[in-house]
């Protein structure tokens, strides 16, 4: 089990997040961008461990999987307005971060796709302990909720 968790780690953190392209003096951002990037490595850590249950890669195990949920819906409840200061978005910074001006475009829109995350990780912390089937069910809107974020205000890597 241990491996499968570490393999799991290792591939979370793999994911293509963007690498500072600036170096700290050139980029004001710097701390910021790494906070967000820090955040969105430890939900997708998280849920990866639920993905890989939920979809037979992992043993079902009811305490690990009420962990994970559990920490993506204490992370849905920060407030993290001070990682998107005005000015750290992809037109002014380039490969520094992968988020879109389309966040400082549209605040709104942005806030309410946190909230629906915060509502999908709310529902998937209420399950993720009863069942194999309670964690399945749950993980879709969970991870629809992560899709209609990214597409609208993360670049993609195409």
């Not at 069942?131 to 993360?154: D, F, K, M, V, W």
Request: aromatic share 8%; net charge negative.
């Amino acid at each position: 089990m241990k491996t499968i968790y570490m393999t799991i780690a290792a591939a979370a953190l793999a994911l293509p997040f963007a690498t500072a392209a600036l170096s700290e003096a050139d980029n004001p951002f710097a701390a910021n961008i790494a906070a967000r990037q820090g955040q969105m490595r430890v939900q997708a850590f998280n849920i990866g461990v639920l993905v890989a249950m939920a979809r037979g890669e992992a043993e079902y195990d009811a305490a690990a999987a009420q962990t994970a949920a559990s920490n993506i819906a204490a992370i849905s409840q920060m407030d993290g307005r001070a990682y998107w200061p005005a000015g750290s978005d992809t037109a002014a910074l380039g490969d520094a971060t992968r988020a879109l001006p389309e966040i400082w475009q549209d605040m709104a829109g942005f806030g309410g796709a946190w909230g629906d995350f915060g509502a999908a990780a709310t529902a998937m912390n209420a399950v993720a302990g009863d069942g194999l089937g309670a964690l399945q069910g749950a993980i879709g809107p969970l991870g629809q909720s992560c899709a209609a974020c990214h597409r609208t205000y993360q670049q993609s890597d195409d």
